[in-house]
């Protein structure tokens, strides 16, 4: 499949951008997918890249602050009306007037974000592994944490208590979770593994706006919460989510409850990533959802 990279300025900044796909097919909308983090470059999205042989152009871009974007070091940048204001700058800058956005976990949040500022030409949202309370995703992870084993969770609390979650141990007993609750897949696809090497390089987008872990919260988003305005997201919204994620189905139900008209499917073989735990299912579900949105305007 052919694809072509570029970049264009935000705030001064250089934003890096990927699409694959020449054209759209007529009647078909690009789908321009956001990643997750904050901070975790688009790379363990790819899978996503087959939906551009269905006649639509895939579209990927690294926030500011991650992959092949530029990196200022600058803790008070980071927020979330910057990163809406740099997604309606990658529309602009790419042309994109009536598109798809599928959001994966902070890039959900984001795409929810972004909705409710009730932008033109957003054809549908897809909402896939995201909290629209992160006061919900800590009480939930709280549970998940209760749930492993008693020496894990020892260590967790230890190095949180003693603010040394850089420690090696802390970092193992994060990967008890991480393995259970993020990718149960072993080891994981390569993709991933590339996203995880790259924040690991410069996690200041991460710290800043999340915190040390995805349970540990106590960064910028640590109070964010918007369930109460989910109904004012009038586009077709898709939610995705799998049996194990991190994003439980408890968290799943309250966006598909809030959205008017919904739809939520549950992928009972995956943790945080169905996209890549059970691609080839996800792959279909999403293409079925895009056709269906597209059908109603033809």
Known sequence: MISTEGTFAFRGYSIWYRIVGETDLPGRRPLLCLHGGPGAPHDYLE???????????????????C????????????????????????????????IHIL?????????????????????SLIVADSPASMIQWVAEANRLRSELPPDVQEALLRHEAA????????????QVYYDRHLCRLHPMPECVSRTFEKLSRDPEVY???????????????????????????????????GRYDEATPAIAET??????????????????????????????VLADFLDRVEARHT
């Open 47 to 65: 899978p996503l890249e087959a939906m551009a042989s269905g006649g639509r152009r895939v579209i990927f871009y690294d926030q500011l602050g």
């Open 255 to 284: 966006v598909h409850r809030g959205i008017p008209g919904s739809e939520w499917v549950l992928f009972e073989h995956s943790a945080h990533m169905p996209h890549v735990e059970e691609s080839d299912r996800f792959l279909r």
């Open 103 to 123: 959001g994966q976990s902070w890039g959900g949040m984001l795409g929810m974000e972004y909705a409710l500022t009730q932008p033109g030409g957003l054809e």
């Open 207 to 241: 710290a800043v706006m999340n915190g040390p872990s995805e349970f540990c919260v106590t960064g910028v988003i640590r109070d964010w919460d918007i369930t109460s305005r989910l109904g004012e997201i009038r586009v077709p919204t898709l939610i995705l989510s």
């Open 67 to 98: 992959g092949n974007s530029d990196h200022p070091k600058d803790p008070a940048l980071w927020s979330v009306p910057l990163f809406v204001e740099e997604l309606g700058a990658v529309r602009t800058a790419l042309g994109l007037d009536r």
């Open 163 to 174: 603010g040394t979650t850089d420690d090696p141990e802390y970092q193992e007993a994060m």
